[in-house]
């Protein structure tokens, strides 16, 4: 029996490009007696990809009646390719992690939890983006996510073509674990899980172009400081300490991690530093004194900045949010010290 070239042409519609997921691109059907031979285009050839539509390919020929079958295959052109086809072939290097991408990476980590590291990371990306910095946020501190709260942020994420654009708030594009979790139960991670997050997150969220991404990581354990290294060889990190001496000598040991993890620190912020009286201006250091300067010391690094003790809702915004506005004394803290960020890794100089 003989196959018409209709016939050939109708049953090869049912092979797929496995990497396009739509039917593989017949070039020409030549018959000659009971040879039947094919050329065909795919999106990858010489490929496992390629071998497995070669079987199916010729086992429907066969089943059909075909005595014997010739395939030849060749790569679609680049011109019946859209830009989505070119990615699902190449996924290739997210732009924020591929070489040649300038955005600064700053990790913000500390010793311990609970010493405000989420509030300064949030207000140290609010103050960059008041320099005109284009900011992103990675609030990766899998266990609180607390950084939507501290924007007061409403919004999720939007989905736009199996890609995820980040909201965005005091122009800094957030994302946080917490749009993934559809209740406030903790969720339980496991160390490769987290780095898989962060990857996910680079690979799978439309930053656009950034000046600054910086990363809130959860407090303590080195595995994740190493996850970071392994995605941001360049990452930079802020150690955020109190200024009690425990404080300072646990965040020392986080400091320590760092320096294996080849993360250069790029400074400290001392947080909860003193206690200002409103009515006096006297400054009561509720939590001792000297735990920023001793981790500065101790890496040589500078002291950015000390951020005192403050109520909530005193941020000078209304709301909760936790967010301080420039002209608030503890907004223009933050002010000096993404000005001194920015003359670190920009190397501004101003004569
Ligand atoms: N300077 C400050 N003055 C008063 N309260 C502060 C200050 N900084 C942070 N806080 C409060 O301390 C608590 C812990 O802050 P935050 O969540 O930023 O810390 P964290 O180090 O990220 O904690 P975790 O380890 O849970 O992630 C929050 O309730 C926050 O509002
Ligand atoms: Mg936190």
């Known amino acids: 029996m003989s196959l018409s070239e209709q016939q ?9 490009d496995p990497l396009l997921k739509r039917s593989i691109v017949i070039r020409d059907v030549k018959i000659s007696d009971k040879h039947i031979s094919v050329k065909a285009a795919l999106a990858k050839t010489a490929s ?16 059909a009646g075909a005595d014997s079958v010739g395939l ?5 052109a680049d011109d019946e390719l859209s830009p989505a086809d070119k990615e699902k072939i190449n996924p290739g290097t997210p732009p924020l992690l591929s070489e040649g ?16 590291k989420s509030t300064v990371s949030a207000n140290l990306s609010a103050a960059l983006a008041r320099q005109g910095k284009r900011v992103g946020l990675i609030d990766a501190d899998i266990y609180g996510f607390s950084i939507p709260a501290i924007f007061e942020l409403e919004r999720r994420p939007e989905v ?10 005091n122009g800094v594009k957030i994302m946080s674990m917490a749009f993934f979790s559809e209740d406030n139960s903790p969720v339980l991670w496991r160390g490769p899980m987290l780095g898989k997050m962060l990857n996910n997150f680079f690979t799978e969220v439309v930053w656009g172009e950034l000046d600054y991404l910086v990363l809130d990581l959860p407090p303590g354990t ?14 930079k990190e802020i150690m955020v300490t109190t200024p009690h001496p425990t404080a300072a000598y646990v965040a020392e ?8 993890a080849e993360h250069e620190m790029i400074g400290v912020i001392e947080n909860m530093a003193y206690y200002e009286s409103k009515e006096t ?14 981790i500065a010391d101790k890496f040589t690094v500078p002291l950015l900045g000390r951020i005192p003790l403050a109520q909530p809702n005193e941020n000078g915004e209304s709301g909760s949010s936790s967010i301080f506005t420039e002209d608030h004394p503890i907004g223009g803290i933050y002010k000096t010290i993404a000005g001194q960020v920015i003359n670190k890794l920009e190397r501004v100089y101003t004569h």
Request: charged share 35%; glycine share 12%; no cysteine.
């Open 8 to 16: 050939v042409r109708e049953l090869l519609q049912s092979v797929n």
């Open 48 to 63: 496992a990809e390629q071998m497995d539509v070669q079987q199916e390919a010729v086992n429907k020929l066969k089943e």
């Open 72 to 76: 030849r295959f060749e790569e679609l």
């Open 101 to 116: 991408n300038d955005t600064h990476f700053i990790a913000v980590a500390s010793g311990k939890g609970g010493v405000g």
């Open 160 to 169: 736009k073509n199996d890609k995820i654009i980040p909201p965005e708030k």
């Open 222 to 235: 080195g595995d994740i400081a190493l996850d970071v290294h392994r995605l941001l060889p360049t990452s």
């Open 253 to 260: 040991r986080a400091g320590k991690m760092a320096e294996k």
């Open 281 to 294: 201006g006297k400054r009561e250091y509720v939590f001792g004194r000297g735990g920023g300067d001793a």
